[in-house]
């Protein structure tokens, strides 16, 4: 696919996906003319980066763990990694999912309350 339906399927603008190959986290085939192409995998790992991102990763430890999140062998994982650094993501990333988790629990509740007639209205 190129540039443009990577963008389309994953809400991730061109520039942006051009700037992660710049950076070294996203790897475009190029064909014959020069053109930018990517496989469906393309997807998924756009929307990993998307998540590291969003999980307080930059793009510099994204780079260094990328390689190491699908296959966490030494023989698989050359890069040097700062360890500590990881594991202090990783401490954010699970305080956001216990976050997540108790939202999600608090909306099921909430819905469960509406739907079994339980709910309040509100005439405001």
């Not at 360890?83 to 909306?107: C, F, K, T």
């Amino acid at each position: 696919m190129k540039i443009g339906d990577l963008a389309a399927k994953t809400g991730v603008a061109p520039r942006l996906l051009r700037y992660y190959e710049e950076v070294g986290i996203l790897h475009p085939f190029r064909s014959g003319n020069g053109y930018r192409t990517y496989g469906e995998a393309a997807v998924d790992r756009v929307l990993q980066i998307r998540e590291l991102l969003d999980a307080g990763f930059t793009t510099e430890m994204i780079r260094q763990v990328l390689p190491c999140l699908g296959d966490p062998r030494p023989s698989t994982c050359t890069a040097e990694v700062d360890l500590d650094v990881v594991r202090r993501q990783l401490g954010n990333v699970e305080r956001r999912i216990d976050v997540l988790q108790r939202n999600r629990d608090a909306i099921k509740t909430y819905l469960r309350a509406w739907e079994e007639g339980t709910g309040v209205t509100s005439d405001a």
